[in-house]
């Protein structure tokens, strides 16, 4: 029995000048708006943030599941996104988003780990659902 498609739903509410309430299920309240660039604050999510996040969280996910699968144990993992928007021919859009990582596993995984990092990155949905090119830099230490 196949699990796709798989849907996903959010509730955004916003009454007045008030920030943007996201909710999905019993999930936790995201506030979120527009960022300083476009008349917002730096004090809760913008969508912005929320799309680099995405993109880093579903990396980061796919990793591990994906390391759990072969018996490979992450010892400690720090992913860092950066999104940048820009003009282009369409308009407005994300030009890029790179995904900083530092990993580190045991002494005779880093081979084995560092391939897996790609993996993970070329079967991340997120990022294979947007048009903006996903690179990935990693630093895959020993424990």
């Known amino acids: 029995m196949s699990r796709f498609p798989i849907p996903y739903e959010v509730e955004l509410d916003r009454s007045g000048t008030a920030p943007m309430t996201l909710t999905a299920g019993q999930r936790p309240v995201l506030v979120a708006g527009p ?12 969508p912005e ?8 969280s579903c990396m980061t996910a796919t990793y ?25 021919e369409g308009g407005v859009s994300f ?3 790179e995904l900083d990582v530092e990993l580190m596993v045991a002494q005779g995984d880093v081979t084995r780990a560092r391939k897996l990092l790609d993996d993970a990155k070329a079967r991340c949905f997120v990022a294979s659902s947007l048009r903006a090119p996903v690179s990935l830099v990693a630093q895959v230490s020993p424990a």
């Open 35 to 46: 960022p300083p660039e476009f008349g917002g604050t730096d004090t809760w999510w913008s």
């Open 49 to 56: 943030h929320l799309l680099v996040a995405a993109t880093a």
């Open 64 to 88: 591990y599941a994906m390391a759990e699968r072969i018996g490979l144990h992450v010892v400690a993992f720090k992913c860092k996104g950066r999104g940048v928007l820009d003009k282009s």
């Open 95 to 97: 030009t890029a988003i």
